[in-house]
């Protein structure tokens, strides 16, 4: 005889996956049928009183707005504090913000910059330090002699 079903076994019965050895140990085991039985039992309780709670939930009055009265109470005033407080907030972070042009021309600027120095320095035909060297010979392949 197998061992008793293990949990998931239990589960996968619940939902309807049933293989064959556990069908032959349920019908073979008392305890594992009636673990089974007291799952099914619960959950066909739980089931009839979420129905019941739902069937009483549809049948309950629904909730009268027209009176006015139970919402002046609070909701305008509640409405106008969040309202001040969203104004307040949006003048703040407005205020800490930099324009968008002056942070645009900023950046301009400084790209600006930037390529300007890698292109000096990808257009330079020799390094800096070697240019003592480019006054030796002339580019034309005629060789020049080192005058100080």
């Given at each position: 005889?197998?061992?008793?079903?293990?949990s998931?076994e239990?589960?996968?019965?619940?939902?309807?996956?049933?293989?064959?050895e556990?069908q032959?140990?349920?019908?073979?085991?008392?305890?594992?049928?009636d673990?089974?039985?007291?799952?099914?039992?619960t959950?066909?309780?739980?089931?009839?009183?979420?129905?019941?709670?739902?069937g009483?939930?549809?049948s309950?009055?629904p909730l009268?707005?027209s009176?006015?009265?139970?919402?002046?109470?609070?909701f305008?005033?509640?409405c106008?504090?969040?309202?001040?407080?969203?104004?307040?907030?949006?003048l703040t972070f407005?205020?800490?913000e930099p324009p968008?042009a002056?942070e645009t021309a900023q950046s301009?600027?400084?790209?600006?910059?930037?390529?300007l120095r890698?292109d000096r320095?990808?257009?330079?035909t020799?390094?800096?330090?070697?240019?003592?060297l480019?006054?030796?010979?002339?580019?034309d392949g005629v060789k020049?002699e080192?005058?100080q």
């Amino acid at each position: 005889m197998k061992a008793h079903l293990t949990s998931d076994e239990i589960n996968a019965w619940t939902i309807g996956e049933r293989s064959p050895e556990a069908q032959a140990h349920v019908c073979e085991c008392h305890e594992c049928r009636d673990e089974l039985l007291r799952l099914e039992q619960t959950l066909a309780g739980f089931k009839q009183s979420v129905q019941a709670w739902g069937g009483a939930q549809i049948s309950a009055k629904p909730l009268n707005l027209s009176n006015r009265s139970v919402l002046a109470g609070w909701f305008r005033p509640a409405c106008c504090a969040v309202a001040a407080m969203a104004m307040l907030m949006l003048l703040t972070f407005k205020r800490n913000e930099p324009p968008a042009a002056i942070e645009t021309a900023q950046s301009s600027a400084a790209d600006d910059a930037l390529l300007l120095r890698l292109d000096r320095q990808i257009s330079a035909t020799v390094p800096g330090p070697m240019e003592p060297l480019t006054r030796l010979v002339s580019w034309d392949g005629v060789k020049k002699e080192y005058v100080q």
